[in-house]
T-cell receptor
Framework: DAMVIQNPRYQVTQFGKPVTLSCSQT?????MYWYQQKSSQAPKLLFH???????NEADTPDNFQSRRPNTSFCFLDIRSPGLGDAAMYLCATSRDKRQTLAKNIQYFGAGTRLSVL | QKEVEQNSGPLSVPEGAIASLNCTYSDRGSQSFFWYRQYSGKSPELIMFIYSNGDKEDGRFTAQLNKASQYVSLLIRDSQPSDSATYLC??????????????FGQGTELSVKP
């Protein structure tokens, strides 16, 4: 089945130790998103790729970086995780066209729960 | 600042009743609206989307949109205990040359009591 796959499902890292979360998709969608969701809060958009164009949210800390080497894969790098970065990280994809009424139906992966010790 | 507001709940309804979830949004230019269901510890799951004023029905779910009032709602008929979850309202905002991005409300926790 076509889907959005996130790995790993659970990640434990140490304070300050870099960590990379991965997302892959078989939907051939051109847009990929990374969200951070803390307990009992709404998903918060960190950044998104529109094709190869990277779009960072203004309030996303510099500690968070992303890479999209090809259409199918996108990575979230946290350079120096702090205790406040413990959260669920959600990857989503959508097929979006700038020229048309954007439906922007986003499909989410299962998420990666990050713990910082 | 683009905002999406929901009552956080919890909303408690008896099994078989109608659950009504509400959402308001700030950007009058928004054109796409979504309801996601999120079980505890899981990722959001799309259950309904609506683009036009009026009602859209899908099984036990009905989404209602009133763009003049900047209001979108979700009705769940014949509520079941398995519907107990947090329901996230999301609104698509178009950003010039960046495509669309969703702004989520904080979610309404629904509890369906047997």
């Amino acid at each position: 089945d076509a889907m959005v796959i996130q790995n790993p499902r659970y990640q434990v890292t140490q304070f300050g130790k870099p960590v990379t979360l991965s997302c892959s998709q078989t939907l051939n969608h051109n847009v990929m998103y990374w969200y951070q969701q803390k307990s009992s809060q709404a998903p918060k958009l960190l950044f998104h790729y529109y094709d190869k164009d990277f779009n960072n949210e203004a309030d996303t800390p510099d500690n968070f970086q992303s890479r999209r080497p090809n259409t199918s894969f996108c990575f979230l790098d946290i350079r120096s995780p702090g205790l406040g970065d413990a959260a669920m990280y959600l990857c989503a994809t959508s097929r979006d066209k700038r020229q048309t009424l954007a439906k922007n139906i986003q499909y989410f992966g299962a998420g990666t729960r990050l713990s910082v010790l | 600042q683009k905002e999406v507001e929901q009552n956080s709940g919890p909303l408690s309804v008896p099994e078989g009743a109608i659950a009504s979830l509400n959402c308001t949004y700030s950007d009058r230019g928004s054109q796409s609206f979504f309801w996601y269901r999120q079980y505890s510890g899981k990722s959001p799951e799309l259950i309904m989307f609506i683009y036009s004023n009026g009602d859209k029905e899908d099984g036990r779910f009905t989404a209602q949109l009133n763009k003049a009032s900047q209001y979108v709602s979700l009705l769940i008929r014949d509520s079941q205990p398995s519907d107990s979850a947090t329901y996230l309202c999301a609104v698509n905002f178009m950003i010039y040359n960046q495509g669309g991005k969703l702004i989520f409300g904080q979610g309404t926790e629904l509890s369906v009591k047997p």
